[in-house]
């Protein structure tokens, strides 16, 4: 499932190639992806309009319209969505990599998995392929429902938000209410590198151990931008029954939380 790493990198594409353009015609008929619009709300709110900026908290896109009193434009990827941009320049793209740690194969992409599309007036458009269909579109979302971005938060608002009750920590990290863009690979992640049980309660972290785990945050969704995904972190790859603990090498150990399936180094995460 795209994560904020994913997520940020359809977001820049949005803001590097699909700003001040003028929408000519939109695609937006399928009715589950841009629930609760009518086919046709979201073109007439969009054509004659550019979108102005790109903007994102935790897992959601949203971007402003130019015009007064014109709606945002909310884009979430659901669990397998791309977005695509083209133009006379060429075509730029980013979103989920589809678990393969590679961008699926152009000539595999199916015309009905692009649910949601706008046309420039350059003949290029910005198009949602989401082949599990779960992604959304929708106009004006309630971005303030997010907890704060897990990328962006303060120390003090980290501990806080993280470090109460019995919940797991990990099923903590998991709230996008609480902190907004960690996703399940992401958090056993840091909770690896922090050497963290999963199924800690928050509330038992002390102060130096929050600290550590919003560091560690913040210092793996840097790294997921740079090298383009969840992906390419360090514990990723050894999540399955024959993985082995990169530091120690002790066989991984599989549990639920949060309703997740979770992997974790039983020697160093206590």
């Excluded at 972190?233 to 990169?246: F, N």
Aim: charged share 35%; with cysteine.
């Amino acid at each position: 499932m795209p994560e904020l790493p994913e997520v940020e990198s359809a977001r820049a594409v949005i803001e590097r190639a699909g700003l001040r353009r003028t929408v000519v015609d939109v695609d937006d008929s399928d009715t589950w992806e841009c629930r609760p619009h009518r086919p046709g709300e979201i073109r007439d709110a969009l054509v004659g309009h550019r979108l102005t900026a790109a903007h994102r908290r935790g897992k959601s896109i949203w971007c402003d319209v130019d015009g007064e009193g014109s709606p945002t434009l909310g884009l979430h990827l659901g669990m397998s969505g791309r977005i695509l941009v083209s133009g006379p320049e060429g075509a730029a793209e980013g979103g989920d990599y589809q678990g393969t740690g590679r961008r699926a194969d152009p000539r595999r992409r199916k015309e009905e998995w692009f649910r949601f599309t706008l046309w420039f007036d350059d003949g290029g458009a910005l198009r949602l392929l989401d082949p599990r269909r779960l992604g959304r579109v929708r106009l004006d979302p309630d971005v303030e429902a997010l907890g704060p971005d897990a990328a962006e938060v303060g120390r003090a608002e980290f501990r806080e938000r993280v470090g109460r009750g019995r919940l797991p920590v990990k099923a903590r990290l998991l709230d996008q209410g609480t902190l907004a863009g960690v996703g399940n690979l992401l958090a056993d992640e840091v909770l690896w590198q922090a050497r963290l049980d999963p199924r800690r309660p928050a509330g038992e972290l002390s102060v130096d151990e929050l600290d550590e785990l919003r560091r560690r945050v913040r210092t793996a969704v840097r790294q997921a931008v740079r090298r383009g995904g969840v992906h390419t972190l360090e514990v990723v790859a050894h999540r399955g029954p024959s993985g082995h603990c990169p530091r120690c090498g002790a066989e991984m150990r599989r549990a639920t939380v949060g309703g997740r399936t979770t992997w974790f180094c039983p020697r160093e995460q206590v």
